[in-house]
């Protein structure tokens, strides 16, 4: 238990939960892409338009990091996960932009599971960027976390599976692989944001 | 050199040992692939097998390091040293995967000379951990693993040469290709978990 | 403000500059390729050299910070920003090689516009080293690298969807897709040396 004897700036805390909750919005419009019906142009456009207002967040924190001088835990652990929330929302925009870029008709093998996943792992980000104040039940967070990006993983493994299985061409396979992968790479991130809280928990307590 | 007057918990140099261990193992089971009556499937399972002991390895080492008051050198580059670790397993594991799951005939171009690097990076690797003790010699080690790594590099380059040869279609280059980057991904984690090792002396020296 | 009462070691300020005019030397080298006439076997090799030149300089960073006592930030953000620059080096060398090793007629869409941006990075980082020293100016460096990296985004997402256009046929398209990734992942390398630098920057403030 570390004792702070001046008060620190608590901001960053709503900080994060603020990134966390821009998480929140960006899986839910991806949740939009399921429709068959989806104007994937316009998809896309809002899902870049809550990336840019996370942007502002991260840019905000850094801006905050720069003039605070005792901060509520070391400056480079909130230097760090302001970084991997930022790149969650990099990734899920990746993949709706290639959906839309890409002019992919359907969606890619494993593309709803994937999505269904980030909600889940937005959700649990979010609960737990307020926890990060007394670093208490974080441990359910990230071992969650963690199990959700094992399902991943399997999700992932078993698309490529189904996109060789000689159903596709070589084009298409490539195209699909694109959107299968910016997905992963989005739950891989929500992974390293439970990891880097996991650290800092070690360090803080 | 820095004096600590009081005891440090020396398990981790244990755990690291037991991490690379397993490391060794996970490069031994990839060398049965190189027998052309290997049964893939049989393999693949005995690698993810070694991988989720490597996974325990690691939770260990977190848990131990939360509970544990002084570590012998940073707490940080503990919990990264170990992750490190744990990388170079998971890219074996995925290569063997790929292996099976994409049901590849043969073996792709390069990947005997990359099992080959990757069993002598893990033994370095085995050999290094117990050195962190004392700090000494790890400069061999880490030397002679970026000189793997090196040829790694050169022989993940022939391979792709050889993919685009036009002896191969666009969809068998890209299964192929898969194993090839994944155990080049493999070598590049020895290199990584190196340049920790190389970190963590700098520090401490 | 920090006030450092011993003298430290001021040569790290060298070394960095060394590194950054090797990615200028390297990024001006990869805009001989834009000739139609270019040997591109000989450029491959003087990229090559460079790089070489580069690690060197790399590893002479390494070795001092072995040897000195008091460094004027942190060792560890030493050794991350390094290892850093010798990234922007090596995408820049694996770009140039894949050009050569493909036997790539033409270059692939983008790319001139690429190389384009990496000479503007390469230059600002190079602009930037010196003012470690003060800690002055470095944040129109690093928010110009960052719209130089967002620019990058914009034309890589360009060249994938032309590649995909149904213009190149799938193996070409592999092809000069590497090109075009090892290009964009050298621009992304040059954001994370700014990234870097803000880190410093931060924490030295």
Redesign the interface.
């Known amino acids: 238990m570390r004792f702070n004897l001046l008060p620190t700036d608590t901001a960053f805390y709503d900080l994060f939960g603020r990134s966390a909750d821009h998480l929140v919005e960006g899986a839910r419009l991806l949740t939009d892409l399921l429709d068959p019906g989806a104007d994937r142009a316009e998809v896309a456009e809002r899902v870049r338009e809550v990336e840019h207002r996370c942007d502002e967040v991260t840019h905000e924190t850094?801006r905050r990091?720069?003039s605070t001088f005792i901060t509520p835990f070391d400056?480079?652990d909130i230097?760090r996960l302001a970084?991997a929330l930022d790149d969650v929302m990099d990734d899920m925009e990746a993949a709706a932009?290639?959906l839309h870029?890409?002019r992919i008709e359907g969606l890619p093998p494993g593309v709803p599971e994937q999505i269904d996943l980030l909600g889940k792992a937005a959700a649990l980000t979010a609960a737990a960027m307020p926890r990060l104040r007394d670093m208490r039940e974080l441990d359910e967070y990230w071992i969650e976390v963690n199990r959700l990006e094992n399902l991943g993983d399997g999700i992932y493994?078993r698309s490529?599976?189904t996109l060789?299985s000689g159903a596709y061409?070589?084009?298409t396979?490539?195209?699909l692989r694109?959107v299968v992968e910016q997905l992963e790479a989005a739950i891989d991130s929500f992974e390293r944001v439970a990891?880097i809280v996991?650290?800092i928990?070690?360090?803080e307590?």
């Open positions: 850094v990091l720069n400056r480079e230097y970084g932009d290639y870029l890409y493994r490529l599976a060789f061409d070589a084009l396979v490539m195209r694109d990891n996991e650290q928990a070690v360090k307590s």
